[in-house]
């Protein structure tokens, strides 16, 4: 972005604070222009209107992200790569999260593939009120066969409508596969030194967005971008080569940094989202657990720092959670509240006889603990108690979980325990046991102390509840 | 099919498309074209016959217009009733266009972070093998900006009594699980672990309420049983941990050990007054807060008269999934504003890795919730999850990591010491991983 005060992109707007945009003010909206909460397309007058036309089009050039943003698949999965303005998240926030592609081969057996793609496909993990999921498939020639290649495309887009990678650096195999694929505008897979123009001739005839190939020359990566983009292909992916080993390992970290350092910085030509290659840590072990071990420490630091779509390999589970969690920790908008509002909330339909449950007010344990209850039909009460945002065992340790603050925050709630419940229990989690002889002073309730880890409630609601007289 | 085929016998085919402009140009020597496809060329033709013949006429077209003869008009003269047809040559690139990528160094990080050693050989007093000195940086970790001075280290958890632990943490400690000094020997030794950490948390009036002075022998044991340098933490219980840091940093005189920790939940005072009396380092560990480890900072060093080169923060750690981004984003702004200048931030970092084992997909059997894909089996997944946790730490500034298990050290080790320049591999060519057999 060119500008960075609400002041600057308040000159372009109408100032009639008509509201449409569903703003008071049209300051108001252009706050929000500035932190990129909305786009200038939310003001209609704007966008509709002639008069406005030059200032819409000024306004855009000046919103428009450092990084361009790269659209690769159609339709409801179609994903966005790309589109940072910051090089640290606290700044701003990061957009677009790190797409992950997993390869499939066109040697491989066709109900093999079939099986891999649903697998990928299937994925998912349930997290704070949602799924983590993945979201591509790369199609690897290594038959360098255009007519397998192509087979393997079509058994792929008949399986998925996951966006697609095609891989090849052999201008005739990717053409097999964009001659079946391409109104499903998947990434072409590469361009290098060599073969260049005749890749940079195929996404230009069938306009789909294609990734420059060059392994640790970024010179050779920029002049290639450059010559694309300057050329009318707007949409290019840069891979600067993922050395997975030794000092080639730190090159290519350190290619990364300098990309993108250069690109926030205002270097148009090389301002393109970045493509990480974890899978060739599968060039340089040999057994599944140590390659999937080291293609996910690989696939972490390049989430972290500026991976913008990335190959990946291993289909372990023990790969993929943490790939999906670290993505989604890197890519959360920091400005996003860390608390929820302290007070006691119904999980179900709790009744008299239901437990009351106590927990930390931060967001995460808060809603780790509801989805674990609601989940699995428990009714219950749940206390979110005021612990600054600290989880159950930090507000413990560090004194913002305390027996005065649980009588408080029922207190303050209204929670009327005599009149909402026959037990007059307090379950506590079990990372505050420690808490149990104050609470029990404090609030004259009978305390238990629930399992650990909130997963367990289940089974400990088996075993405890009702309480026995 | 690839024919070769000789500059000289261009003429010959131009003259189909009327190239006179060609009659009169020299070119010396005898290029060859590397054609695929056969002969018959006549554009228009060529484009029926597909892409193949279609790539010649372009190729011979080309070399056209690089003598400076009007191809394209001629093209779609020649094409007739076909001039929109998106024969790729009209526009194929002819060059690259040349490129040097430039990058500025980051001239705001102009404050180095403080070194701070701990350990002492005979030399200094103390009867520690090594020392190992953390901090020192002027820029974010393994950056181009400026080189590490110090790699990344570990230090290995040992409690004074057997504590819950995940199942495939356990099966590494079971047989030492009840001697903290076998339990230290067996992490420098078997799991080359740089440091030992003594946890003291029997002594927790809620546990054991093991008395400080009995508490201060297990350092006395862990000291005579290792050569490294060691940290020494408390229980957690803010009321018992100063006097129980007392003792040990008494008991471990001469041997600068860091002292965990001071906060601002308890009386930070006596602890880093036990830190300057005998020669130790402090830990100053607050909640995901910047404000208030800058508070806890200034009032160690002014309030409390702790060198510099005694700090050590630890912003805290929250496991992947449980925080992580907080814990991330806290300590990146810890170590940018050290760089940038603030003195009250300037210290090495501190990471609490083992918390990764409090996420549950470090340690359940399985997902409580059946809508989740299969979770695999548990005893790949939790080591990964404190390896990531750890490695996500490292990448925002932080220097050492307090870890469990024996194969989340190593491979936080081998990806730390990769990123920092240490570590030689082969070569891996990786210019053709497409065809890769993986
Ligand atoms: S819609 Fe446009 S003109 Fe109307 S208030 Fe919003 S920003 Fe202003």
Redesign the interface.
């Known amino acids: 972005m060119k500008i960075n005060s609400p002041l600057e992109a308040y000159k372009f707007l109408p100032g009639t604070n008509c509201g449409e945009c569903g703003e008071t003010s049209c300051m108001a909206f252009a706050s929000h222009l500035i932190d990129r909460s909305l786009k200038a397309t939310d003001c209609t007058p704007l966008v509709s209107e002639e008069k406005y036309k030059k200032k819409y089009d000024e306004l855009e050039a000046l919103l428009a992200p450092e990084i361009r943003e790269v659209v690769i698949g159609v339709g409801e999965k179609a994903v966005s790569i790309g589109g940072d303005d910051v090089l640290h998240r606290h700044k701003l926030t990061f957009f677009n999260k790190t797409a992950f592609a997993y390869d499939v081969w066109d040697t491989m057996d066709e109900k093999d593939l079939v099986e891999r793609v649903n697998k990928i496909q299937d994925f998912k993990k349930f997290y704070v009120g949602d799924f983590l999921t993945l979201d591509m498939i790369a199609v690897r020639s290594v038959s360098d066969d255009p007519a397998k290649f192509a087979a393997a495309v079509k058994k792929v887009m008949e399986t998925t409508e996951f966006p697609m990678v095609l891989c090849s650096f052999n201008p005739e195999v990717l053409k097999a596969g964009l001659e079946v694929a391409a109104e499903k505008r998947p990434l072409l897979y590469a361009a290098n030194k060599d073969n260049w123009q005749d890749v940079a001739a195929l996404a230009q005839e069938y306009n789909v967005p294609v990734t420059v190939f060059a392994p640790n020359d970024l010179d050779m990566l920029k002049s290639l971008a450059k010559t694309f983009s300057e050329n009318g292909i707007e949409d290019v992916v840069l891979d600067p080569g993922t050395f997975p080993t030794g000092k080639g390992l730190r090159t290519t970290f350190q290619n990364f940094l300098k990309i993108r350092r250069a690109g926030i910085n205002g270097d148009r030509d090389i301002a393109f989202p970045i493509m990480a290659v974890p899978l060739t840590a599968w060039m340089a072990h040999d057994d599944d657990v140590s390659a999937s071990y080291w293609e996910t420490v690989v696939a972490s630091v390049f989430t972290i720092k500026y991976g913008d779509i990335m190959i990946l390999h291993s289909i372990e589970p023990y790969a993929q959670l943490p790939q999906v969690h670290i993505r989604d920790t890197i890519y959360t908008d920091p400005r996003k509240p860390v608390t929820v509002d302290p007070g006691v909330y119904e999980v179900g339909s709790p009744t008299a006889d239901s437990p009351l449950l106590v927990t930390a007010n931060f967001a995460l344990t808060y809603y780790t603990v509801e989805s674990d209850l609601s989940s699995n039909g428990i009714d219950c009460y749940l206390t979110a108690i005021d612990t600054d945002g600290i989880g159950v065992e930090a507000a413990v340790a560090g004194g913002q979980l305390t027996a005065a603050k649980i009588k408080k925050g029922l207190e303050d709630a209204g929670f009327d325990m005599k009149e909402k419940l026959n037990n007059n229990v307090i379950v506590l989690p079990g990372l505050g046991a420690r808490l149990q002889g104050d609470v029990e002073d404090e609030t004259g309730a009978a305390v238990m102390i629930g399992p650990t880890d909130s997963g367990r409630l289940p089974g400990w609601m088996e075993q405890n509840w009702p309480p026995k007289k | 099919m690839s024919n070769k085929m000789k500059l000289s016998g261009l003429t010959d085919i131009l003259k189909d498309l009327d190239v006179e402009s060609l009659e009169g140009v020299t070119i010396e020597g005898d290029i060859e074209l590397d054609i695929s496809g056969g002969g018959g060329l006549n554009p228009a033709m060529a484009y029926a016959l597909g ?1 193949e013949a279609a790539q010649i006429s372009l190729h011979v077209a080309n070399i056209a217009r690089m003598l400076g003869y009007p191809v394209d008009q001629l093209f779609a003269a020649s094409m007739g009733g076909l001039p929109q047809v ?1 024969v ?2 009209q ?3 002819q ?10 160094k980051m001239s705001e990080w102009a404050t180095p972070i403080q070194e701070v050693t701990l350990g002492a050989t005979s030399a200094d007093g103390g009867s520690r093998k090594n020392t190992i000195t953390l901090g020192g940086e002027n820029a974010l970790p ?3 900006d400026a080189e590490m001075p110090h790699r990344n280290y570990v230090t290995m958890d040992v409690f004074d009594m057997p504590i819950g632990m995940a199942k495939s943490v356990k099966g590494n400690y079971e047989d030492v699980i009840n001697d903290p000094a076998e339990w230290a020997k067996k992490v420098v030794r078997d799991f080359n672990a740089d440091m030992v950490t003594i946890h003291l948390i029997s002594t927790d009036p ?1 546990i054991n309420d093991t008395p400080a002075r009995e508490a201060a022998k297990v350092v006395e044991d862990v000291l005579q049983a290792v050569d490294v340098p060691i940290v020494i933490g408390g229980s ?1 219980n ?1 009321k018992k941990d100063p006097e129980v840091l007392e003792k040990a940093a008494e008991a471990a005189e001469g041997e600068r050990v860091l002292l965990a920790s001071a ?1 601002l ?1 308890l009386d930070y005072e006596r602890v880093a007054k036990a830190a300057t009396d005998h020669g130790h380092a402090v830990l100053s560990w607050t ?2 807060e910047i404000n208030a480890q800058k508070e806890l900072n200034r009032k160690l060093m002014k309030q409390c008269g702790v060198p510099r080169d005694s700090i050590v923060m630890d912003p ?1 750690t ?1 496991a ?7 814990a ?2 806290n300590m ?2 810890i170590r ?1 504003a050290g760089l940038m200048g603030d003195e009250e931030l300037t210290f090495p970092m501190s990471s609490g890795t083992t918390n990764a084992w ?1 996420a ?2 470090s340690w ?1 059997k399985e ?3 059946n ?7 548990r005893e ?2 939790g080591p ?2 404190e ?2 946790t750890g ?2 730490l490292s ?1 925002a500034g932080n220097d050492m990591f307090m870890m469990m298990h024996p194969t989340s050290v190593q ?1 936080l080790k081998e ?1 730390t010491q ?4 240490s ?6 060519d ?9």
């Open positions: 892409h998106p790729a040559g526009s194929r690139i060059e690259l266009i040349p490129a040097k990528l430039d990058v500025a393994y950056y181009f809620l957690g803010p906060s939940n909640q995901l805290t929250a992947l999934g449980y925080g992580l981004d907080y991330y984003t990146e702004r940018l409090g549950r997909e359940m997902s409580p919730l809508q989740d894909s299969d979770w695999g089996p790949y997944r990964i999850w390896i990531v490695l996500t990448l491979v990806i990769t990123l920092y320049g570590i030689e591999a082969d070569e891996i990786i210019t053709n991983w497409v065809g890769a057999e993986v």
